[in-house]
């Protein structure tokens, strides 16, 4: 199953409650525990500069909250640490809130990793 695939699975399980706006706006605080929750606490300096709204498309389906959180983050580089540049899309659920998710290679296959404004994080294997 190719990413693609596992996306256009994770939305459509989510796809009836993605037909609601948000209960409340991504805050940078929402945004920045995320990203923490994410990293394991490893980019605890992050400095948001932009929140954009917008929609996302993957054929057939178009999702409509979507936010764009551009930041910059401490990474590790040639053993010490430097800010560099990131952006991340943040998505919109009943189920998860505001929430960030990927898929990970793991032994035995492919697991969806969320991590979520109202589920913290969540383990799809």
Do not use: C
């Not at 796809?15 to 606490?41: F, M």
């Not at 932009?50 to 389906?61: A, H, M, R, V, Y």
């Amino acid at each position: 199953m190719t990413h693609r695939s596992i996306f256009l699975a994770v939305m459509l399980a989510v796809s009836p409650a993605l037909a609601g706006g948000p209960s409340q706006e991504l805050t940078e605080a929402t945004a920045v525990r995320l990203i923490n929750l994410q990293s394991r606490n490893h980019t605890p300096d992050v400095r948001v500069a932009l929140i954009q709204e917008g929609t996302s498309k993957d054929s057939p389906f178009e999702l409509s909250h979507v936010r764009r959180v551009s930041s910059i983050e401490p990474v590790p580089e040639d053993g010490s640490r430097v800010r560099r540049y990131t952006s991340r899309d943040f998505y919109w659920s009943d189920t998860y809130g505001w929430f960030l998710w990927e898929v990970r290679k793991e032994r035995g296959g492919d697991a969806i990793w969320i991590w979520s404004e109202l589920k913290s994080e969540v383990i799809i294997r």
